[in-house]
């Protein structure tokens, strides 16, 4: 991979206002190094997006003192690797922060750290791959016989047994594989990070290290482009997503919110659908929550339906209550994919234009109803924010909130707060019969 394909993938970093870079990329407004790009240029990572670091404003001639690296990171504490900088340099991960390996501790010299390097692209090489008897025949060099020679070239017709798996021919095959060439499983969407000294494209998912699979991030690219360029979707606009479920009574289901027939269902404790519109949270120690059919659901493969709390930039909740969004996802691989949203919910953490999808598992967020709708310590489905890490998770939760959390593993292919674009449409029966509420 050339220098010309990193400026081609850096196109792909998350769109923003600042003043961006001679790479494209906006500029950070701070100084925190988490990663290094081929060309030596310096990254960080702020608002969930790539920028690249000012020179001009931060100082990045720092030499090592004390725990500070090369770089003006912290040195790490341990020696594992997520990441390697365009001067060799190697970076990891540690409470949250990206920190410098300490090659000094963690490999004792910087032979052995160029031996770790040139591995790496070995693996990239696929032909170095298949003559590995390269290293066999430094034993030749020791043991100059003709007959040890004769009797490998003879054994390579008949191959041994071998953990390895068989060495790719082409790209095609490189890409296709779960892992990419440096062994780390493939990034699921296209958001860079970071760039090896090999050229390679790194990225950040679900507290990991991933390598850019290059190939589907080319052709993503270009299929965000054409969603958003498509004259049919000119007037949406452009939002974000995240997700969460805390049980408790949505704001859209007090009366008066807004001007339609019925405000939002609420449930009890037992599943079913209270008739006083005035009953007091759950979250509040009252017995009015969230009825567990709020819950998002697959129309087809392209489509699904659900719920949300959201902020819309220059309107208000008595404008957004009950109203319904259809959104089309422009990041991560459910790109393309529809979703259309009733609001039910407003949340005083969102910015503008921000979509808070109602997933089950998702999250409790900043409230906890579902502890006590469910008389259980609901702490145990995952992370406050995020949820539940696979699948697996959502055995944690009630039988009622399990199908919604496996569409998140299945139609919505877990994917990590995707960018959307959006535009108000006409609620579908079937949201309005699940929530009871629409708009006069």
């Known amino acids: 991979m050339n220098f010309k394909t990193l400026l081609t993938i850096s196109a792909l970093v998350g769109v923003a206002s600042a003043a961006r870079g001679p790479h494209g990329a906006p500029m950070c407004k701070g100084c925190l190094i988490t990663g290094t790009g081929g060309d030596n240029s310096l990254w960080g990572w702020e608002n969930n997006t790539a920028c690249e670091i000012d020179t001009n404003k931060c100082s990045t001639n720092n030499n090592s003192n004390g725990n500070t690296g090369p770089h003006g990171a912290p040195l790490c504490n341990g020696c594992v690797v997520t990441g390697t900088g365009g001067d060799q340099s190697l970076w990891g991960w540690e409470n949250n922060t990206a920190c410098e390996i300490n090659t000094s501790k963690c490999y004792g010299n910087n032979n052995t750290t160029t031996t770790k390097k040139t591995t790496t692209t070995t693996k990239r090489t696929t032909t170095t791959k298949r003559t590995t008897t390269t290293k066999r025949t430094t034993t030749t060099k020791r043991t100059t016989t003709t007959t040890r020679t004769t009797t490998r070239t003879t054994t390579t017709k008949t191959p041994t047994p071998t953990k390895q798996p068989e060495p790719q021919n082409n790209d095609d095959d490189i890409y296709n594989n779960p892992l990419g060439p440096h062994d780390v499983s493939w990034c699921n969407g296209c958001t860079i990070t970071g760039t090896g000294n090999d050229s390679s494209l790194w990225g950040w998912e679900n507290n990991s290290a991933c390598e850019i699979n290059v190939k589907k991030c080319q052709s993503f690219n270009s299929k965000v482009d054409d969603i958003i360029n498509d004259p049919a979707n000119r007037n949406m606009k452009p939002g974000k997503t995240t997700r969460y479920w805390d049980c408790c009574k949505p704001s859209c289901a007090w009366s008066g919110k807004a001007n339609v027939n019925h405000p939002v269902n609420t449930c009890n404790r037992a599943g ?157 029966a079937a949201i309005i019969a699940k929530s009871g509420c629409s708009r006069r």
């Open 272 to 428: 079913s659908v209270l008739t006083d519109v005035n009953t007091r949270s759950g979250c509040d120690g009252g017995e009015a929550f969230m009825c567990t059919d709020q819950q998002p659901w697959a129309v087809n493969d392209q489509l699904s339906y659900g719920f949300a709390a959201a902020t819309i930039a220059n309107s208000s909740e008595s404008n957004w209550c009950c109203g319904c969004y259809k959104m089309i996802f422009t990041s991560s691989s459910i790109a393309g994919k529809q979703m259309i949203v009733q609001v039910t919910n407003t949340g005083g953490d969102l910015s503008e234009n921000h979509f808070d999808l109602q997933i089950p598992g998702g999250g409790l967020g900043i409230f906890d109803g579902c502890s006590s709708q469910f008389n259980t310590n609901a702490a145990a489905w995952g992370t406050r924010y995020g949820g539940v890490q696979n699948i697996e998770g959502c055995a944690k939760l009630p039988n009622s909130l399990r199908a919604g959390c496996e569409w998140r593993f299945g139609w919505f292919e877990n994917a990590d707060n995707p960018s959307i674009i959006f535009e108000e449409v006409e609620c579908p």
